[in-house]
DNA sequence: AGTTTTTGTTCTCGATAAGAACATAACAAG
DNA sequence: CTTGTTATGTTCTTATCGAGAACAAAAACT
């Protein structure tokens, strides 16, 4: 029983279900469409609307008229509202950007960096470089596990719980921190492929496999905020140790490292992705061996699939990274494999398997909206809606 | 954007605060208490259970007055308030039982079966029985997967997507089914080992593996409700072939069906359950083959924990049915295995296992909660205060 | 130019919860 | 036994919210 719900709560609720229809909207709309989209009179969509003008954070503009009727406005995030950064950071390299309310978003800054802890400030910096008034909510998205939201480990990197709290302090913005697979997923489930469903799962195939389940467009993050490692169950019987000292992880046979252990690589960053990259097109241009990793690679991705949906029942399955190319390529071998994984009983109604639509800008998308998620909160909109 | 919030909204949604704080109550409460802890004034307290005495929800009984002040009443359900009604019906025996507000529960009829759909016949006369104008839902706990809350799917009782629509047809009161693991997790969520947990995970263990994830008191259902069938992904490696129609599923290794098979006996109801029985006293007792059968079952139940908790990341596990066996008798080796399975920088902080607090009643309490949750649903609540 | 249609605006109304002031009923202290 | 203390119930006023009706306004259509 958090806090009570009074006359004033019932009014930015209402406002808040306003500028989220605004956000997620894929059209804009007008002030009496929202009423209606709302269920509320045209009198008080007229009432929420203005005070979420003088706050700043809605825009009215004339829509052009075709039809019959009384001119009416447009509802369009306000040009001095608050916008969101996020933060798309790599192992080699980061993103900056800032997005506004209903998404349209802006490319600010992109730099490589140097692997160490130091790249930190380079971002801040970064965002000092860029910062404004409209700046509300950070939102960060970084590979690796993040304990408890604060503690990183990159092991790729070397970087062994690493003290957020440290890099990320008081002369930061607020912002809000999150794993990438997990924000590529969110991103698709409110701006791409699993949009509206209530329960799907995401999964980001890069050198390993991290995913998230996503549930009426939340990801979910578990109790210490580190779940997602889908990778490293032992979904495809692989005798082999894996680096996260477990035994027979799914990651061994699906994504990059699988393809690179086969072909005598290193599983390093660099020349390790492109290694990966130049089997993908090797086996597009019919190269027996690298057709043949191929296969395996997509038949592992399709048999862990289909046993995660046994248990957690996807409507659908979105991937992103290495997952775009294995699903163009082997659509057929992987679909048959999840059959293969699916309790008989299922198999009429398989989750769908596809492509992410948000792509690449996944995660930095992922960030944008977990941001905007935190400028939408009660407290936050009341306090705006008071001060100003 | 479902409705929109009126005041009238904002009453309801009170009162549903109001009464699930008296229902998830472990101690019952005075209304001066209730005003505190949901941060609402004495006035409107009293305006709020006034409308919920009326409406036959709340009843006001004078409180011991033990300390100083003027005396106040407790609040406890109304003796003609409504009631839910769960059944628990499993492979051969069904069970009957009427659940008050605040959880108080009420054992009405029991019965074995003949394992056929006939039995829907015969627990509707039982409810016919004992109605009472006070029943307003009928919680269902059955076991196996409800696909789409309809088609149901009893592999061992030879149920092939059994019609619930015809079974439990329009002379039933208003009722809610589930799958028995699930509802048995809801139990331990609501009222047992993982209460006001936000990320948790229950398993029931008999022949095979069911379980549900847990979040925030709620237990996932996937998008065609029938998540929950952790036993049906290959965690533990086994060659063998699955009733379900997959290779290699966890349960295989785990539960009666796995001590069943090694002894060579039948895995059917009857037998199949006794035989497991047996197989565990002559561990206890120190039967050498007995031993290394529970030993196995009980390290391959950790090490499919450990891998579930990379994905999941729950704070706890509970355990019902052998599980509760499982932990009791071998509870290093499961926390060993599970370890085993668990990725290195998660291993300080393992998911607590243990054993469900509500025990062999899981699924009855369960149904009982669904009931209930929809019995405090806000139409319908709101339906009650107005026709009353 | 008049009609139709859609939306904006204004005003009233009922309901909600907050808050203050006061009343009440127990216990405690003298 | 009387008086004070304390926690709670009760009453009344007030601010706010959204609903709803009536009316005004501005476009397109006829």
């Known amino acids: 029983?958090?806090?009570?719900?009074?006359?004033?709560?019932?009014?930015?609720?209402?406002?808040?279900?306003?500028?989220?229809?605004?956000?997620?909207?894929?059209?804009?709309?007008?002030?009496?469409?929202?009423?209606?989209?709302?269920?509320?009179?045209?009198?008080?969509?007229?009432?929420?609307?203005?005070?979420?003008?003088?706050?700043?954070?809605?825009?009215?503009?004339?829509?052009?008229?075709?039809?019959?009727?009384?001119?009416?406005?447009?509802?369009?995030?306000?040009?001095?509202?608050?916008?969101?950064?996020?933060?798309?950071?790599?192992?080699?390299?980061?993103?900056?950007?800032?997005?506004?309310?209903?998404?349209?978003?802006?490319?600010?800054?992109?730099?490589?960096?140097?692997?160490?802890?130091?790249?930190?400030?380079?971002?801040?910096?970064?965002?000092?470089?860029?910062?404004?008034?409209?700046?509300?909510?950070?939102?960060?998205?970084?590979?690796?596990?993040?304990?408890?939201?604060?503690?990183?480990?990159?092991?790729?990197?070397?970087?062994?719980?690493?003290?957020?709290?440290?890099?990320?302090?008081?002369?930061?913005?607020?912002?809000?921190?999150?794993?990438?697979?997990?924000?590529?997923?969110?991103?698709?489930?409110?701006?791409?492929?699993?949009?509206?469903?209530?329960?799907?799962?995401?999964?980001?195939?890069?050198?390993?496999?991290?995913?998230?389940?996503?549930?009426?467009?939340?990801?979910?993050?578990?109790?210490?905020r580190i779940a997602g490692e889908f990778g490293h169950m032992p979904l495809t019987g692989s005798p082999l140790a894996c680096m996260c000292g477990v035994r027979g992880c799914w990651s061994l046979d699906v994504g990059a490292n699988a393809l690179v252990r086969r072909f005598g690589g290193e599983p390093g960053y660099g020349t390790g992705r492109e290694l990966a990259q130049e089997v993908l097109r090797r086996a597009e241009a019919g190269d027996p061996e690298a057709v043949s990793a191929l296969d395996d690679n997509a038949a592992a991705l399709g048999r862990g699939l289909g046993a995660l949906a046994n248990a957690l029942d996807p409507e659908a399955i979105s991937l992103s990274g290495m997952g775009v190319d294995l699903i163009r390529l082997r659509r057929p071998l992987i679909e048959a494999q999840c059959a293969e994984g699916l309790m008989a009983f299922r198999r009429d109604e398989p989750p769908t398997i596809m492509a992410g639509t948000v792509g690449e800008q996944g995660p930095l998308r992922g960030a944008a909206e977990m941001a905007w998620d935190a400028i939408l909160d009660p407290d936050r909109l009341r306090e705006r809606l008071h001060s100003g």
Do not use: C
């Open 1 to 224: 029983m958090p806090q009570t719900m009074t006359s004033a709560d019932l009014r930015v609720h209402n406002q808040i279900r306003l500028l989220r229809a605004v956000h997620d909207a894929a059209e804009p709309f007008t002030r009496a469409e929202a009423a209606r989209l709302l269920g509320i009179g045209r009198n008080t969509a007229a009432a929420l609307v203005g005070e979420l003008e003088r706050a700043r954070l809605l825009h009215e503009v004339p829509a052009e008229s075709g039809a019959r009727g009384r001119p009416t406005t447009m509802l369009v995030p306000h040009p001095e509202g608050p916008v969101a950064f996020a933060v798309d950071f790599r192992e080699d390299s980061w993103t900056l950007a800032s997005v506004e309310l209903g998404g349209a978003i802006t490319e600010l800054e992109a730099a490589e960096h140097d692997r160490t802890p130091a790249v930190f400030a380079a971002i801040r910096a970064a965002v000092a470089r860029h910062e404004t008034p409209r700046l509300a909510v950070l939102g960060f998205a970084t590979s690796g596990p993040i304990r408890d939201g604060h503690r990183l480990h990159i092991s790729h990197l070397g970087w062994d719980e690493v003290e957020l709290n440290e890099l990320v302090g008081d002369d930061w913005p607020a912002t809000v921190i999150d794993n990438d697979a997990r924000l590529a997923g969110l991103a698709e489930s409110r701006r791409g492929a699993l949009r509206g469903m209530g329960t799907a799962m995401h999964f980001h195939i890069d050198f390993d496999i991290g995913g998230t389940l996503l549930l009426d467009g939340d990801a979910q993050r578990g109790a210490h």
